[in-house]
């Protein structure tokens, strides 16, 4: 099957940054782009695709209590099931990460220090660490970027070859052309730093999972002039009931795929959950509230989740790994503030 032959209501998914990329002779199909702010990642090869679609079910499952685990969700772009396109390749439906701006600066940044998992042989180990030397002592590589240039209207990619050329000395330069130079830089970067230290947070109480190989996607808008406004975001915040987009997500997604779904009372209560984790705590007063939602609306210019789960590991452990990676990401974001 190829992209002719793929059902209407799909597309090629463009803002792919980093990952496998399928080649046009091996009649693949790649990521593609649903209608209703989803996107369907391919799933990977055998242990590695099951492991990944166990993991999004492991915490999007109805059944879930344990506080961790719905915290991480926030995390996590939405899970909504495996689907099959035509009855044949299976594909992870996943909230499009990058669907409400109209020109994504897009970053993947792979965690960790290992990117290897521990049933990874001596040769795929010493592959892992030839691609990236720097990794041991950064904990981090940028895997690939786009960022919009306002000026000509073009973006500019930026894949994994010409990351792996930033080592120790010059990350912070790849991260410093990832932000750009535009007005809201500061609140951009800032607003990534919170969503970092949330998820920095999280690692430190969790003794679930240990990640290898896995990304942290960050997103903001490239064209200033397209951004949600504070007061349109505000009505937002304060009105209970699913806009018509958060709906039509949740009719679509649901028509068509079969397993895994959260019920819609479900996944209406994890939305207004993580709403009032944010930004409604009737215990403030409208003051403090209106404050909170300033922060929040700014924070909303930014996309941050965590994404790619082919190598999650069980554990009983701190993920210092992973930990120890994300630290020094935020360290170096940091450094972008001193410039
Ligand atoms: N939920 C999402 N929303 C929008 N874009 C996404 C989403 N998930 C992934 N992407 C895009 O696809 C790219 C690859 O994603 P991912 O790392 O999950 O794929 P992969 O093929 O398993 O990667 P790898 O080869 O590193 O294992 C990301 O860098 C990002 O650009
Ligand atoms: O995009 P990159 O940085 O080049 O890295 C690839 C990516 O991390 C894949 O997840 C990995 O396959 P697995 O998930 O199957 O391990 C593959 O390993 P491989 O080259 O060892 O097959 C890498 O080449």
Redesign the pocket.
């Given at each position: 099957m190829d992209y002719a032959t793929s059902p209407s209501h799909l597309k090629p998914?463009v803002?792919?940054?980093?990952?496998?990329i399928p080649h046009a002779e091996n009649n693949k199909l790649g990521?593609l782009e649903c209608s209703d702010s989803t996107?369907l990642?391919p799933a990977?090869k055998a242990e590695s695709g099951f492991r990944e679609s166990e993991f999004y079910r492991s915490v999007f499952d109805n059944s879930v209590e344990e506080r961790l685990v719905l915290q991480l969700r926030r995390h996590l772009?939405q899970y909504f099931g495996i689907q099959k396109i035509n009855g044949l390749a299976n594909y992870l439906k996943?909230?499009?990460?990058?669907s409400k701006f109209r020109k994504p600066c897009?970053m993947?940044i792979?965690i960790g220090r290992k990117t290897y998992d521990p049933s990874a042989n001596p040769v795929k180990i010493a592959r892992s660490v030839y691609k990236y030397p720097h990794n041991v002592r950064l904990g981090f590589q940028i895997?690939?970027m786009q960022v919009y240039d306002p000026e000509d209207g073009s973006y500019k990619t930026y894949d994994k070859q010409i990351c792996r050329n930033w080592g120790e000395e010059n990350i912070t330069n790849g991260l410093d052309i990832f932000f750009g130079n535009e007005k809201k830089r500061p609140e951009i970067i800032k607003s990534v730093l919170n969503k970092l230290r949330s998820i920095e947070d999280w690692f430190q109480n969790q003794r679930k999972f240990a990640f290898y190989?896995s990304?942290i996607?960050i997103v903001f808008e490239g064209d200033s002039t397209s951004v949600q406004t504070p007061k349109k975001l505000r009505r937002h915040l304060s009105r209970p009931p699913l806009t018509h987009r958060e709906s039509n997500v949740l009719t679509n997604a649901k028509s068509c795929i079969d397993v895994n779904c959260p019920t819609e009372r479900q996944w209406r209560g994890s939305f207004h959950r993580s709403l009032s984790e944010n930004a409604w705590n009737s215990n403030r007063t409208d003051d403090e509230n209106s404050k909170n939602n300033d922060e929040n609306n700014k924070d909303n210019d930014v996309e941050l989740?965590m994404?790619?789960f082919?190598h999650v590991w069980n554990t009983e452990q701190q993920d210092q790994n992973y930990l120890f990676g994300l630290q020094n990401v935020i360290h170096h974001v940091e450094l972008l503030l001193e410039r």
């Open positions: 998914f803002h792919q940054v980093a990952g496998h990521f996107v990642k990977q772009p996943l909230e499009n990460v990058v897009i993947d792979k895997s690939g190989s990304s996607l989740k994404i790619d082919t």
